[in-house]
């Protein structure tokens, strides 16, 4: 194996052994230790790739919302291309559920985006985290909305952070819920029923 490819696949053992952990235990009860352990690495691998355990961790924040965000784009150019139904409710529906589906399906987008994030990392990580992999995708379906004469013309800024805000609150509502089943219903009623409502009607 070629040293950059051993080394790419030292910094994947480490984040997948970080993200396991952080999953299982939280990020204040996952040590590098722990990390190390896991990944069959030594501690000094770990600080060759990353600062440290807070800059191991943004990693697979990153890594985990850059998921979400390609998960609901794929979700919804897939859904387009199939051409069943009307172009809203195709990208509404296949974005909302794939998201729903990505943050609330997968422990770890559930434990570590959700719940660690918003609490160890700083309010300028978070929204620059927010901006790249939530509001720039959103921004730009509801962009192509409104040029496809769906959606009216309005501040599409305001707008799109009130859609990343939704969907957060949802998932973390889903995920934190006795019966996820019932919330998932009640909660993709409420989002619909708000899109609905931003619908040009003809």
């Given amino acids: 194996m070629k040293k950059a490819e051993q080394s790419e696949a030292t910094r994947a053992a480490l984040l997948e052994a970080a993200r396991e952990l952080f999953t299982e235990r939280g990020y204040a009860d996952t040590?590098?230790?722990?990390?190390?352990?896991r990944a069959g690495m030594t501690r000094g691998a770990l600080y060759y790739h990353f600062r440290d355990k807070r800059?191991?961790?943004?990693t697979v924040v990153e890594d985990l919302n850059q998921f979400v965000a390609q998960t609901a784009v794929g979700a919804i150019r897939f859904a387009q291309g199939e051409q069943k139904g009307d172009l809203?409710?195709?990208?509404?529906?296949?974005?909302?559920e794939a998201y729903l589906d990505a943050n609330t399906m997968d422990l770890a987008a559930q434990r570590i985006t959700l719940i660690?994030?918003?609490?160890?990392?700083s309010w300028a990580e978070n929204s620059e985290l927010d901006k790249i992999y939530?509001?720039?995708?959103?921004?730009?379906?509801?962009?192509?909305?409104?040029?496809?004469?769906?959606?009216?013309?309005?501040?599409l800024e305001a707008l799109s952070h009130f859609v990343l805000s939704m969907l957060a609150q949802a998932s973390v509502y889903i995920a934190h819920a006795d019966d996820q089943v019932v919330a998932r219903k009640e909660m993709s009623a409420f989002i619909y029923s708000f899109f609905d409502g931003l619908r040009v009607k003809n």
């Fill in 88 to 96: 809203w409710t195709q990208t509404i529906r296949a974005g909302v």
């Fill in 134 to 155: 939530g509001l720039d995708p959103i921004r730009d379906v509801l962009q192509e909305l409104t040029a496809a004469g769906l959606l009216a013309p309005q501040p």
């Fill in 55 to 58: 800059g191991l961790f943004l």
């Fill in 31 to 37: 040590t590098t230790e722990d990390i190390v352990q």
């Fill in 116 to 121: 660690e994030a918003p609490a160890v990392l």
